[in-house]
């Protein structure tokens, strides 16, 4: 029985906005997913230290990452998805949930009303939920659902998710929700977030990228953006050359055209051989691919991780020779 209605307001990233013609403002790259945010006045309940949404974070209420995030009537920015989705200008809608008690019916409700008028893929970003929520989730129309891990380890899960964050995660509860989702949803149809620059070694994240592609579950890879305000804001960006070296890796792994046991690690977890030919990891990086934004079908999630002038981590749209030419150079592992 819902007892809730649709949610008074809702936010949308400032690109999502300005594709939906809700605001104004130049955009390098237009956002091809329409991404949503579930609204509360005060914080989120959990405490993840990389979030400014974060229930002990002094950090702006409007930010996600360094995306903001103005708030809109829900009915308006319902209505004005249904006029982008039935001209072609969007792929995806992207709910992100924020943790609190009734967020669950919120979803459902924004999900609901969204379907009610025009058929568009919807993907949730939410935290772990029961066997009959994420039942509900497919029940009503969720395309797709994400259950972030963030973290690559356990131990780094509970310091900056967990119990010595100061938040209400759980390693293996948040596995275990995973496992459920893809029962319900099936293989290819969940996904998860793995955050890079938390302090976990090469091989490490490459473990954590393998887990989830076994499972059935495809991890987006994002880099750790330092935000004012927030427990890690002091923490450095992950390395350009880190970050592409794992996004290879990510590449090669959700394409099954190698495995992390194939893989040779240094002492020290870092990766020094990618389990193929030189010749095909070479071309492999011709191609530009594994440094697109990855995520959720038609989701390019434009500059969420890093400005326009650079570096770019993820790349909203296909790199450009020159930028190619830019990437192999910050690549060690090319280094022979």
Not at 20 to 42: Q, R, V
Not at 73 to 101: D, F, W
Not at 166 to 189: C, D, M, N, T
Request: hydrophobic residues 35%.
């Amino acid at each position: 029985m819902h007892t809730r209605g649709l949610p008074e307001k809702i936010r949308a990233s400032l690109g999502s906005a300005v594709v939906l013609g809700l605001t104004k403002a130049a955009l390098d790259a237009e956002p091809t997913t329409i991404y949503l945010l579930t609204f509360l006045s005060s914080k989120c309940s959990a405490n993840c230290g990389f979030c400014p949404q974060a229930r002990k974070s002094r950090g702006r209420a409007d930010m996600l990452s360094r995306v903001t995030w103005p708030v809109f009537p829900t009915e308006r920015v319902v209505s004005r998805i249904q006029h982008a989705v039935k001209k072609g200008a969007v792929e995806r809608v992207c709910i992100q949930a924020l943790n609190y008690p009734t967020v669950f019916e919120d979803v459902e409700n924004i999900v609901r009303e969204v379907l009610s008028r025009v058929n568009v893929p919807i993907s949730i970003s939410c935290q772990p939920m029961n066997r009959e929520e994420i039942r509900k989730l497919a029940e009503v129309g969720v395309e797709r659902i994400c259950v972030p891990l963030d973290a690559t380890t356990e131990e780094l899960f509970n310091k900056v998710k967990g119990r010595l964050a100061g938040g209400p995660y759980v390693w293996e509860e948040q596995r275990r929700s995973l496992k459920e989702a893809v029962h319900i949803f099936g293989k290819g149809s969940v996904s998860t977030h793995l955050i890079v620059g938390l302090g976990e070694t090469e091989e490490e994240a490459v473990r954590a990228i393998q887990w989830c592609v076994d499972l059935g579950v495809y991890p987006g890879l994002f880099a750790f953006t330092p935000i004012r305000g927030t427990t890690l804001e002091t923490r450095a960006r992950p390395s350009i050359s880190h970050y592409r070296t794992i996004q290879i890796a990510h590449s090669l792994i959700t394409d099954r055209r190698t495995r992390c046991e194939e893989m040779y690690f240094s002492k020290e977890g870092a990766i020094k051989d990618f389990g193929i030919p030189i010749k095909h990891l070479e071309q492999t990086v011709r191609t530009g691919k594994p440094f697109l934004t990855s995520g959720c079908p038609g989701c390019n999630r434009p500059y969420y991780n890093e400005r326009p002038g650079g570096p770019i981590y993820n790349y909203p749209r296909h790199p450009q020779s020159e930028e190619i030419a830019e990437i192999k150079e910050q690549i060690s592992a090319l280094d022979a």
